[in-house]
């Protein structure tokens, strides 16, 4: 489940266009269908509610629309959805803009019985950051997930280092400390995945060529940061 903000109105004129409730979004997995929205966050299995750091939050300006993306796997017959969305609001003062971003690829491709694929990716920090939660996202032929920032003075940061990848729990990882990362630092993202029939998780049973998608039989490698950026001052009286 993914969640957005929309203040063009564009959410609204798709759901009125799509017969019954909601909309099919035409790009799953690249944001809500639409341009000029603000992600508020989102659900995966393990996944549990968070607050944002003192002196942040996430703004809703008055007549914005709340857009909920949820990605369904079909079984063939009729089912139910319960999912609910819950926001907290605050009264203190908010100085920083919680922000989400992400790095990943689009480039997987795993071949049927190779217990080693990989994907990687990688992007460089246009601003100063303190960066507050870390959440990786795989499917279920992932294995491993290593993150790591290198500095523009060289330093290397190990930010997380999954060794057993499950995809029946993907919390956000919180840092107890803000981790601060300066401008011109790079994040490289490396994962492997076991597409063979030892992998009990494999869905496909004889294994098959597996390539990025949204369905839980394919694959992904993402990874989620919560951020707030150091040099923005919304003023202690803007909420």
């Excluded at 390539?211 to 202690?236: K, P, Q, R």
Aim: charged share 25%.
């Amino acid at each position: 489940v993914s969640a957005f903000i929309d203040t063009s109105g564009a959410a609204r004129k798709m759901d009125d266009a799509d017969p019954g409730i909601g909309y099919t979004n035409p790009t799953p997995g690249n944001g809500p269908g639409f341009k000029d929205y603000y992600v508020i966050g989102g659900w995966t299995p393990g996944h549990k509610p968070r607050k944002l750091p003192l002196q942040s939050g996430i703004p809703i300006p008055k007549g914005a629309d709340l857009v909920v993306e949820v990605h369904y796997h079909l079984t063939g017959k009729q089912e139910s959805d319960i999912t609910a969305t819950g926001l907290y609001f605050t009264d203190d003062p908010v100085d920083k803009r919680y922000r989400v971003g992400d790095v990943g690829t689009y480039n997987i491709k795993i071949k049927a019985n190779d217990p080693k694929g990989t994907a990687e990716a990688s992007a460089v920090i246009n601003s100063n950051v303190s960066l507050h939660s870390i959440t990786p996202h795989l499917h279920l032929l992932g294995r491993t997930m290593k993150v790591t920032a290198e500095l523009p003075n060289g330093q290397m940061i190990t930010i997380i280092n999954i060794s057993r990848w499950d995809f029946r729990w993907q919390p956000s990882y919180r840092f107890l400390t803000p981790l601060e990362l300066p401008r011109g630092t790079r994040i490289d993202v490396v994962a492997s995945y076991d597409n063979t029939s030892s992998n009990i998780d494999n869905p496909h049973k004889p294994p098959r060529d597996i390539i990025w998608g949204e369905g839980t039989d394919e694959e992904m490698c993402s990874v989620f940061f919560g951020y707030t950026d150091n040099d923005e001052h919304l003023g202690a009286n803007k909420r």
